[in-house]
């Protein structure tokens, strides 16, 4: 298994995670693409002290970005994960 603090990256607060947050106590984490659930599960609940639940990961491909005419690059593919505190638990990210 990796180190904890390799598999998550950083909180994701954007409005659509503050309203996850706020209505069914989900969090939003930004993890290694590697990472499957069971280690990001694993991580969060050593990280935070915190009993999960559950946890759902979607990929995201990088985006296309261009510098000038013709330099064409790619934004970094990245992971996230939305997971879910078991009743009882809140953690306050944001």
């Known amino acids: 298994m990796k180190d904890i603090y390799q598999v998550i990256k950083k909180v994701r607060i954007s409005e659509k995670a ?8 989900e969090l939003v984490f930004e993890v ?12 969060v609940e050593v990280a935070f002290g915190k ?3 559950s946890v ?3 990929n995201y491909d990088g985006k ?9 690059g790619r934004t970094a593919h990245w992971k ?3 997971v879910k505190l078991a009743n009882g638990e809140t953690l306050d990210l944001v």
């Open 18 to 25: 503050t309203m996850l947050q706020e209505t069914t106590g």
């Open 32 to 43: 290694d693409r590697d990472a499957n659930k069971i280690e990001i599960k694993k991580a």
């Open 64 to 72: 296309l970005k261009r510098q000038r005419r013709s330099d064409a």
């Open 51 to 53: 009993k999960v639940a």
């Open 80 to 82: 996230k994960a939305y």
């Open 56 to 58: 759902r990961t979607a």
